[in-house]
C-alpha cells in the first residue's frame, strides 16, 4: 500500500472525492462527490466540484459530519490506504473540537418505564411512607 503513495510516477493532482475517500476523511467516494455537489468542500477558497483537481500544498476547506475540517493536502493519493498512510497525507489545521456544555444530567439508558415489579415495590413503599 504504501508504494502507491510514494510511487515517484504517481500523479501530482488527483480528484477531490477521490482524495477525500483515500485519505479517509468520508467512507465513500460517492459520500464525498455529494458533499462537493452539495457545496461542503472548498479547495483554496472556491467551491468544488467532485472533478477538481487537487495538488500538494492546496487547501481544503470541508463540513464533513457538522465538523469543520481545514486541511493543507501533502501528498495527493487516489487509493484508499491504511490510517496510518493516510494521515501523513496532509497536516489538520481544524479547529479543536467543541465539547457541549454539562447539562447538570445524564440520560441513562434502560430509565424509562419502571418494570412490574419495581411498579409494585415503589407502591409499597408509597402506601407505607405515606400513613
Known amino acids: ?31 464525498a462527490s455529494r458533499l462537493c455537489e452539495a457545496g461542503h468542500v472548498l479547495v483554496n477558497g472556491m467551491p468544488a466540484k467532485p472533478s477538481t483537481k ?10 464533513i459530519a457538522d465538523r469543520e475540517r481545514i486541511l493543507e493536502v501533502v501528498r495527493p493519493i487516489e487509493s484508499r490506504v491504511g490510517a496510518p498512510v493516510a494521515a501523513t497525507c496532509y497536516v489538520d489545521h481544524s479547529p479543536p ?21 419495581l411498579r409494585r415495590e415503589l407502591e409499597r413503599l408509597r402506601r407505607i411512607g405515606g400513613s
Open 1 to 31: 500500500m504504501l508504494g502507491r503513495v510514494t510511487d515517484p510516477r504517481a500523479a501530482d493532482s488527483t480528484r477531490i472525492d477521490r482524495w477525500l475517500s483515500a485519505v479517509r476523511l468520508v467512507k465513500t467516494r460517492p459520500l
Open 54 to 63: 487537487v495538488r500538494a500544498g492546496d487547501r481544503v476547506d470541508a463540513l
Open 97 to 117: 473540537v467543541a465539547q457541549e456544555p454539562d447539562r447538570g444530567f445524564v440520560v441513562a439508558r434502560g430509565e424509562g418505564r419502571p418494570s412490574k415489579r
